[in-house]
């Protein structure tokens, strides 16, 4: 790629599916290589072309179902007052919980772009 999409998201239709490529980042070169146009990225196949099909792929790729179950448990544990748990656990608790929010509001940020781009 020598060119980053101005969206910041790069979609490609392939039959049935939505390939978004997005979050790109210089790569590190390779010894040897003095070449600028090397990127890391997200990469994420959409089955659909809907909002809500975007936003379940991107967080359903870096969460599973297990995953946000125990979050949001742990979440409710931390949020209970009466909850025994020790303050460091509290907290890494809550950061859990703010990470997963975190990217499910970039996923509906992606989602949008895309979705406008269609």
């Known amino acids: 790629m020598t060119e980053l999409p101005q969206s910041g998201v790069q979609v490609t239709i392939e039959g049935v599916l939505l390939r978004l490529l997005f979050d790109f980042t210089q790569a590190e070169p390779v ?11 997200e990469s994420v196949d ?4 809907g909002y809500g099909d975007i936003v379940s792929a991107i967080v359903n790729d870096r969460y599973s179902a297990d995953q ?5 448990a742990n979440y409710a544990e931390a949020s209970d007052s009466e909850s025994t ?3 460091e656990k509290r907290e890494e608790y809550l950061e859990e919980y703010e990470a997963y929010q975190g990217w499910r509001k970039h996923a509906k940020e992606i989602a949008a772009t895309v979705v406008s781009s269609l």
Request: net charge negative; glycine share 8%; hydrophobic share 30%.
């Open 31 to 41: 010894e040897g290589d003095d070449r600028t146009d090397i990127y890391n990225c």
């Open 46 to 49: 959409v089955k659909g072309r």
């Open 85 to 87: 748990i020790t303050p």
């Open 68 to 72: 946000v179950q125990a979050i949001m």
